[in-house]
């Protein structure tokens, strides 16, 4: 029986048709994933269903009567519950706190209390109501934001790269809630880059390449390659693997250990490794365990002892992100909006905040916006960001395209070492890393 019914749904943006033409079902009771690359179109749908975005044509039905949600409060209403890739939490406030600020109508403290271990218990989400929300994992964190939206009752429940920051621990009790869920007849439309997850857990997928889509199937019944190549519209073949001929010490980390930078921060303990040229470092951790602090302090955010971080040779552990740029150590943060890119400022703008020095982009004080202009073009055409033009805002772009005009703003300056937090479903040209060095840190591994 179908709950959801999408009825060509269509959102353009100057220059960008996000969503055309978009038309699928989701039944009552279904896994149905939705994958694509980045920019495919993933995050307009899903905030369309959600009422974060009105669509500019199609329909929608939910339980056959029409769904067109003003914002997401109505769309909690009707049925419609999300949990983000982002949480979003009070780290200072409790389990129970933060609850209650996303409900319409919470009830008494120790009732809610009473309703969260209720709800923990029933779909082995353990959790504590009193426990203060910055001393959780990640996968606690995102046990708050399930349990919140169960609370209210859901129809369907829209999941958004839900295992991007989970153990494999914690991804066997996340699959375990929604088949439960699912059983119970709960619908899940469940968004990853994961495709050996998609075809473990879900029963139907959507496949959206350029804003359309270009089939529904059983993922049980397509390898990954074949998922893949659907996504991306062309055959893929395996990368070559290179002999492993490490070349010099370029950079070199030792007994790293920096302090907290916040209350609910992770402080660094005598970190060491060497990287060498050519050479790609990955560094796996759940989130939450210092990958963050790690980046910064690699990136020149947080200082160090200069004896710490030694680069081809000169030690850097005290300069700034501006100097270790200058000398070839280049940065693309997890964050991508406020820390990656500012939101209002152009991509020609975005381009030039961390270009101007390593590309010279500033002539005696003053910006060289032609050179600026024609860096930000080449990233665009380079790395096929989907945007009417380098003076398009950053917000204005989905988050797919976002990444990869910062990886490829980063790549594109020619770094000596390249450090990219939390890749993760970043599907790039092949890129050439000889001598160059790229560090790693997230738990992403290649799709096919």
Known sequence: MTLLELQGLTKAYPGVIANSNVSFDIHKGQIHAVLGENGAGKSTLVKVIYGLVRPDQGKMLLEGAPYAPSDPRAARAAGVAMVFQHFSLFDAMSVAENIALGMEDPPKTHELATQIRAASETYGLPLSPDRIVGDLSAGERQRVEIIRCLLQNPKLLIMDEPTSVLTPQEVDILFGTLRLLASEGTSILYISHKLEEIRALCEHATVLRQGKVVGTFDPREMSNRQMAEMMVGKTLTTPKRLAATAGVPLLQVSGLSAPAPHQFGTRLKEISFTLHAGEVLGIGGVAGNGQDELVAALSGEMRANADMIVLDGQRIGTHGPNARRALGLCTAPEERNGHAAAPDMSLV????????????????????????????????????????????????????????????????????????????????????????????????????
């Not at 004080?365 to 930000?376: E, H, Q």
């Not at 980063?410 to 060095?437: A, K, T, Y």
């Open 349 to 448: 703008e975005n381009a030039l905040m961390t270009a101007k020095t390593r590309l010279s982009l500033l002539n005696n004080g003053f910006i060289d916006w032609r050179r600026s202009r024609a860096f930000a073009q080449e990233v665009i055409a380079r790395f096929d960001v989907r945007t009417p033009s380098p003076e398009t805002a950053a917000r204005a772009l989905s988050g797919g395209n976002l990444q990869k005009f910062v990886i490829g703003r980063e790549i594109s300056q020619n770094p000596r070492v390249l450090i990219v937090n939390q890749p993760m479903g970043w599907m790039l040209p092949p890129l050439p890393f000889v001598r160059r060095c790229l560090i790693w840190p997230a738990q992403a591994r290649p799709f096919w």
